[in-house]
């Protein structure tokens, strides 16, 4: 950003079926991260590659591969929340056919049938986050991306929407998550491996379990 250089010499991969917890004080390049890796920001340097996609020279392959809820979750407020998980599904090129199928089991993962003909506009921010993470996996995709997602809840609510990031990933699941988080208990309730980053860089990029004995070194 002009003469400041947000992220720097960051180079890292995710494995499938893995929770990568990206962790770092507000500031530090997370949200930068997140935004080069699901293509709504140029790097000035560099590359990434989604499920084997380069963001930049194949986006849109790319983008069909990622699942994205930002810090703010894309919600439209006077739309029901199944109206706009059909809208979603289909702005994602979810099959005709298969939307119907694809918005039901988005809702079911997600905690959200009892609210399904709701105005989102009227749900508690809890159902709204669920929302955002109904949208991001709607269209199954192969790898999410997680901004901030318990920022603002309560603690019960933080809880559930844990527990639902857990069961989306991790063991015997295809699909790999990276969250974005400043909060330590977080990447220990959920993540199998931890990346730190500081004023822009990686400082760490070690295992949970080395990290909580002690056994991984800034």
Do not use: W
Request: glycine share 12%.
């Amino acid at each position: 950003y002009g003469d400041i250089a947000a992220v720097r010499d960051i180079s890292f991969s995710a494995a499938q079926g893995q929770i990568l917890g990206f962790l770092g004080p507000n500031g530090a390049g997370k949200t930068t991260t997140m935004r080069i890796l699901t293509g709504f920001l140029p790097p000035t340097d560099g590359r990434a590659v989604i499920d084997g996609h380069d963001i930049f020279s194949d986006p849109l392959a790319a983008r069909r591969a990622i699942g994205y809820l930002p810090e703010s979750p894309p919600l439209y407020p006077e739309m029901s929340v199944e109206g706009y998980l059909a809208y979603v599904a289909k702005l994602k090129d979810v099959p005709r056919s298969a939307r119907s199928k694809a918005v039901d089991s988005a809702l079911d993962r997600c905690g959200l049938g009892d609210v399904r003909r709701r105005v989102i506009g009227a749900l508690s921010k809890g159902y709204r986050q669920r929302v955002g993470l109904a949208q991001a996996i709607v269209h199954d995709p192969p790898v999410m991306i997680l901004d901030e997602p318990t920022v603002g809840l309560d603690p019960i609510q933080i809880r559930e929407i844990r527990s639902l990031i857990g069961s989306l990933a991790g063991e015997g699941s295809a699909r790999t998550v990276i969250l974005s988080t400043h909060i330590l208990p977080e990447v220990e309730a959920i993540c199998q491996r931890v990346i730190i980053m500081h004023r822009g860089r990686k400082a760490l990029d070690a295992p949970l379990g080395e990290l909580q004995s002690g056994g991984a070194s800034l």
